[in-house]
């Protein structure tokens, strides 16, 4: 592992829950130069621990995380140093998740079938101040403006859209309760409000609208294992 020196040399907080997926990206960036992890997390509460002991000059968190999503991590972190800047970089090719990224305050987003390159044009663009998307999100962005279809997902809030990605994942809403420091009750009124925004009426629903929309990670997980 190559050891900056370098005092300017951006500092980074990594979040993933996979170690090998940090792994690589650790060496990846400080193979390159100009970077320093500083810290790494596997979900959203270390991820806001870590924030708060190295205040990094980049978090670059992924979305899909045991526990409170990325999407949360984020909200967190802005809220306790709201000129923060963050990353997404997902798997997911989902212009709903990108625009709700965005609308929580994230710098960029970027996929992690990008380029290596991608990514580190990301980051440089992320600390120069402009916002940033990887070609092939941009272009999603781009096919949905043209088929304007203004996604129903659009009319939720970053909060009811973070909660959506947990209720898919699958989470009771216990476990998202506890993740969110909300109470049960609290959640219970937001999946609520989710479904009749989104127009469905019950959680199998929900779960195919949520697949049919990049939201979520496959298809396999059951709809059934959703608590009502």
Do not use: C, W
């Not at 050891?3 to 090998?20: F, M």
């Not at 970077?35 to 997390?41: D, L, N, T």
Request: hydrophobic letters at 45%.
């Amino acid at each position: 592992m190559t050891t900056l020196g370098n005092s300017a040399a951006v500092r980074i907080l990594l979040v993933d829950d996979h170690a090998i997926v940090r792994a690589g990206y650790r060496h990846l960036l400080e193979r390159h130069g100009g970077y320093r992890i500083v810290a790494e997390a596997d979900d959203a509460q270390s991820a806001y621990l870590q924030y708060s002991a190295h205040r990094p000059d980049l978090m670059i968190t992924d979305i899909a995380m045991p526990g409170a999503s990325g999407l949360e991590a984020l909200r967190r972190v802005l809220q306790l140093d709201p000129a923060g800047r963050v990353l997404i970089f997902s798997m997911h090719v989902s212009p709903d998740l990108a625009l709700a990224a965005l609308r929580s305050g994230a710098r960029g987003y970027v996929t992690k079938s990008s380029t290596p390159d991608t990514l580190l044009r990301a980051i440089a663009d992320a600390m120069a101040g402009r916002q940033t998307l990887s070609p092939d999100i941009a272009q999603a962005l781009a096919l949905a403006r043209v088929a304007d279809g203004r996604s129903e997902l659009q009319q939720l809030t970053p909060r009811e859209f973070d909660i959506l990605t947990m209720l898919v994942a699958p989470h009771s809403v216990d476990d998202i309760a506890r993740a969110l420091h909300l109470s049960p009750k609290t959640v219970q009124n937001l999946h609520y409000q989710i479904k009749r925004k989104l127009n469905v009426t019950s959680d199998i629903e929900l779960t195919r609208f949520a697949l049919a929309h990049g939201v979520g990670a496959s298809a396999a997980q059951a709809p059934e294992a959703i608590q009502k």
